[in-house]
């Protein structure tokens, strides 16, 4: 038996599906403009719950790449530094081995000789004094880099006659990576036997490169050719190695941040692929899907018009 | 034999009784958009024969009774689901609140509206507390990067900042949609009492008029609208009292009984704020079982007050571990002990003020003659992936996301579950309709046929009246 229709069963049951297919686009049509299937937590409680935990993953991987870009910044201008101080080695190793010949040496010589050497000193202490442009943190100072880590004594005519290191020995490990730290800076003076070796005094290598710059300096000035020649052209061999073993170190360094960074790199487009499929539309599926709703819409518009404005009434006589 | 004059009398009662089908078409369709109003139909009963030698002759017929149209057992059903849907649209709307307040949604660049089969793999970030601790932990790596740059102890003291203030606003925000909820509540009782009292005085109106033989089809409609008015608001069970009265009774109390409102609904607080509904006069503690009062106090006191908690231990652990780990440590001046947060839960936290006057004083080294130390900033950015025993052995954002999820699972259901209701009481609307519902079609049809009756019955008057005048004039002539 055919169930009997009231007049207001069209007109509740037509509102009800424009609701429905209005509703229908409305979440289309956000999708499309947002390009997100899930925007609020109850849309798809699962899915959101995964998108917060990639997108906490991956603001962790972030962090791990500024950190691997400030310490790239870093071991830049450390490398700076170490070049600096490499030249400064090579010249003074240069002048030891020129002084050290007593043939060719008049005392006037040794004298310009001793003044190179002084105002290698000074180029040494500035180097060793060097900040982090972008946070004006000490390089060399250790941990203990709140002041300049070396400080000078002169003596009454103006010649360094002492170099005082103010920091530690401890360098700051930082994180570029799940259970990876990495660091560039370099102590300025490490007198035990482990840890990181310093840059200007290190045990474990036998430098000392400010103390060897004034003993060379003071033998100069003392035109104490066998001393320059004997003991101050071996330290400052030391000294020299040291700086180049410094370099490398830098350059591993680098090397490994390189990498981090293309881990961390490859680990944000992994995270973001899977934000991408936990939370992104098909875009496809999502045009399709509202071009039906349109069209539903829209024939029902129509349909709902012509059998609303239908009733026994208009067949009646006026 | 009738004889002319009870003809006429006959064709006068039938023009009564078709007058009478138009006047209840005329109700129909005056009230075919009257919400709650079942149609209604004449009775038109032949009048008992008369013997006559010839056998039995017709007396012509009378209206005898209007009947409305009504199914019982639809409306029993549509009172029940009508809870059902009370309930659900109340839990429905109060996590939609927690929802909003919450303000953890993902939004879109739109990098994604182009035809690519995938959406851009960058598009989605969030808005809320997950992207925020993030940050926070995050900060804390910057600062280990660079433990002596003020400026970034600035930033980690401005993403701390973030962090407890938006913990302070969702609480904030919680409490006030729980007292909306209390209010709601206390709004829904005293709707359900007005209800009470016009379905006591509709009884008493019905009872009357049939006990006096007629009939209340109208008052029915309006008491049963009022029923599932009600029944929108609790569960509610009715059972026939005498003379068509409905007695009602809520979660076992039976509230009215005929024309009497034995007891009405009160609010009361059980200790901790959080209104229930008893009896007034009674004070008996109910325990309702549907309806949009049962659903608001299922929603206040289930899913939004575990999000509250839930948020509460979060902050209350993030203050804990992370002043436990930064009062070790020393500031870039040497000071130690100072706390990073202060407060104790969702509601107090607040970053310690000495550090946003002077961010040096975040405690980021191990040592005090170290300011340049990042031991201890190390640690702080490690709690953010370390498990915590206080979040269930989740992560910060982890014990987050859960919470998360665990609202939108929550509200997830409530939006089905009204979806299906909705559903479940268009489709008995419908049926009932199709029972008690005026259509114009049937109604313009029956106008047409007691129209046609009238005038025959309106020919047959004036057909006995020529036969009179006739009769008349066989005796002037």
């Given at each position: 038996m055919l169930m009997r229709v009231a007049s207001n069963s069209y007109t509740n049951a037509m509102l009800d599906q424009f609701n429905t297919l209005v509703a229908r686009q409305n979440t289309l049509q956000s999708e499309v403009s947002t390009g997100l299937s899930v925007q609020t937590p109850s849309d798809n409680p699962v899915a959101m719950q995964n998108t917060l935990n990639y997108l906490a993953d991956n603001a962790t991987q972030q962090q791990y790449s500024a950190n691997i870009s400030t310490l790239q910044a870093r071991a830049d201008t450390v490398d700076n530094v170490l070049q600096s101080l490499q030249s400064a080695s090579s010249q003074a190793s240069q002048i030891a081995t020129s002084a050290g010949n007593v043939t060719t040496n008049s005392p006037t010589q040794l004298a310009t000789y001793a003044d190179q050497v002084n105002q290698l000193i000074n180029q040494v202490v500035t180097a060793a004094n060097t900040q982090d442009p972008a946070t004006g943190q000490y390089l060399f100072g250790g941990t203990a880099s709140g002041a300049p880590p070396y400080t000078t004594t002169t003596g009454a005519n103006g010649d360094v006659t002492a170099a005082t290191y103010n920091g530690n020995s401890t360098v700051n490990q930082v994180p570029i990576g799940s259970n990876l730290t990495a660091t560039v800076d370099i102590p300025g003076a490490n007198p035990g036997a482990t840890g990181a070796r310093g840059l200007i005094t290190d045990q474990q290598s036998g430098a000392d490169f400010l103390n060897h710059l004034i003993s060379l300096r003071n033998d100069l000035q003392a035109g104490d050719t066998t001393a320059i020649a004997g003991t101050d052209t071996a330290n400052l061999q030391h000294d020299e190695n040291n700086i180049s073993f410094q370099v490398a170190n830098n350059g591993v360094q680098q090397t490994k941040l390189t990498a981090a960074a293309t881990f961390a790199t490859n680990n944000t487009q992994s995270l973001n692929q899977q934000i991408s499929d936990a939370s992104s539309a098909n875009i496809v599926n999502v045009m399709v899907q509202l071009s039906q709703a349109q069209t539903a819409y829209q024939a029902a518009l129509e349909s709902g018009s012509k059998i609303m404005s239908l009733s026994l009434l208009n067949y009646m006589p006026a | 034999m009738l004889g002319l004059f009870s003809t006429l009398n006959l064709a006068s009662h039938s023009l009564q009784a078709q007058m009478t089908g138009i006047e209840v078409t005329g109700q129909n369709l005056a009230n075919v958009?009257?919400?709650?109003?079942?149609?209604?139909?004449?009775?038109?009963?032949?009048?008992?024969?008369?013997?006559?030698?010839?056998?039995?002759?017709?007396?012509?017929?009378?209206?005898?009774?209007?009947?409305?149209?009504?199914?019982?057992?639809?409306?029993?059903?549509?009172?029940?689901?009508?809870?059902?849907?009370?309930?659900?649209?109340?839990?429905?709307?109060?996590?939609?609140?927690?929802?909003?307040?919450?303000?953890?949604?993902?939004?879109?660049?739109?990098?994604?509206?182009?035809?690519?089969?995938?959406?851009?793999?960058?598009?989605?970030?969030?808005?809320?507390?997950?992207?925020?601790?993030?940050?926070?932990?995050?900060?804390?790596?910057?600062?280990?990067?660079?433990?002596?740059?003020?400026?970034?102890?600035?930033?980690?003291?401005?993403?701390?900042?973030?962090?407890?203030?938006?913990?302070?606003?969702?609480?904030?925000?919680?409490?006030?949609?729980?007292?909306?909820?209390?209010?709601?509540?206390?709004?829904?009782?005293?709707?359900?009492?007005?209800?009470?009292?016009?379905?006591?005085?509709?009884?008493?109106?019905?009872?009357?008029?049939?006990?006096?033989?007629?009939?209340?089809?109208?008052?029915?409609?309006?008491?049963?609208?009022?029923?599932?008015?009600?029944?929108?608001?609790?569960?509610?069970?009715?059972?026939?009292?005498?003379?068509?009265?409905?007695?009602?009774?809520?979660?076992?109390?039976?509230?009215?009984?005929?024309?009497?409102?034995?007891?009405?609904?009160?609010?009361?607080?059980?200790?901790?704020?959080?209104?229930?509904?008893?009896?007034?006069?009674?004070?008996?503690?109910?325990?309702?079982?549907?309806?949009?009062?049962?659903?608001?106090?299922?929603?206040?006191?289930?899913?939004?007050?575990?999000?509250?908690?839930?948020?509460?231990?979060?902050?209350?652990?993030?203050?804990?571990?992370?002043?436990?780990?930064?009062?070790?440590?020393?500031?870039?001046?040497?000071?130690?002990?100072?706390?990073?947060?202060?407060?104790?839960?969702?509601?107090?936290?607040?970053?310690?003020?000495?550090?946003?006057?002077?961010?040096?004083?975040?405690?980021?080294?191990?040592?005090?003659?170290?300011?340049?130390?990042?031991?201890?900033?190390?640690?702080?950015?490690?709690?953010?992936?370390?498990?915590?025993?206080?979040?269930?052995?989740?992560?910060?954002?982890?014990?987050?996301?859960?919470?998360?999820?665990?609202?939108?699972?929550?509200?997830?259901?409530?939006?089905?579950?009204?979806?299906?209701?909705?559903?479940?009481?268009?489709?008995?609307?419908?049926?009932?309709?199709?029972?008690?519902?005026?259509?114009?079609?049937?109604?313009?049809?029956?106008?047409?046929?007691?129209?046609?009756?009238?005038?025959?019955s309106a020919q047959l008057v004036t057909t006995v009246n020529t036969m009179l005048t006739d009769t008349l004039a066989m005796k002037t002539s």
């Open positions: - | 958009n009257t919400t709650g109003y079942s149609r209604q139909v004449v009775h038109i009963t032949a009048n008992p024969d008369i013997q006559t030698g010839i056998g039995p002759e017709g007396t012509g017929a009378n209206a005898t009774s209007i009947q409305q149209i009504v199914s019982n057992l639809m409306n029993s059903q549509i009172q029940s689901q009508n809870s059902t849907s009370g309930y659900w649209n109340a839990q429905q709307s109060a996590l939609q609140s927690g929802q909003n307040d919450l303000a953890e949604f993902l939004s879109g660049n739109g990098s994604a509206s182009g035809a690519s089969a995938t959406a851009a793999a960058t598009g989605a970030t969030d808005t809320g507390l997950d992207g925020q601790l993030s940050a926070l932990f995050n900060g804390f790596q910057s600062v280990a990067a660079s433990p002596t740059s003020v400026s970034a102890r600035q930033a980690l003291v401005g993403q701390a900042q973030t962090v407890a203030a938006s913990f302070n606003g969702v609480n904030t925000q919680l409490n006030s949609i729980n007292q909306s909820l209390n209010a709601s509540l206390t709004s829904d009782v005293s709707s359900a009492n007005q209800l009470l009292t016009q379905i006591a005085t509709l009884n008493s109106q019905i009872t009357s008029a049939q006990f006096n033989g007629g009939n209340a089809n109208d008052l029915s409609d309006e008491r049963e609208q009022d029923l599932e008015n009600l029944s929108q608001l609790t569960n509610i069970s009715t059972s026939s009292g005498n003379n068509g009265a409905v007695n009602i009774t809520i979660a076992g109390q039976t509230l009215v009984s005929g024309n009497t409102v034995n007891d009405t609904l009160q609010t009361y607080d059980p200790g901790n704020g959080n209104l229930l509904v008893q009896t007034t006069k009674g004070q008996v503690n109910l325990t309702l079982t549907g309806g949009s009062m049962q659903g608001t106090i299922d929603a206040r006191d289930g899913t939004l007050a575990t999000l509250q908690s839930n948020l509460n231990a979060l902050a209350s652990t993030l203050i804990t571990q992370v002043n436990n780990v930064n009062s070790a440590g020393y500031g870039l001046t040497g000071s130690t002990g100072n706390s990073f947060f202060n407060g104790s839960d969702a509601s107090t936290i607040t970053v310690n003020p000495a550090l946003v006057t002077n961010p040096s004083l975040v405690q980021a080294s191990a040592s005090p003659t170290s300011p340049g130390d990042n031991t201890v900033a190390l640690q702080l950015a490690q709690l953010g992936t370390t498990p915590q025993a206080g979040l269930d052995n989740q992560t910060f954002n982890g014990s987050y996301a859960s919470t998360v999820a665990d609202l939108g699972g929550a509200l997830d259901d409530a939006n089905s579950q009204v979806t299906n209701q909705t559903t479940v009481t268009n489709m008995l609307a419908t049926q009932r309709s199709s029972i008690s519902g005026v259509s114009i079609d049937q109604e313009m049809t029956n106008m047409m046929t007691y129209q046609q009756a009238y005038q025959a």
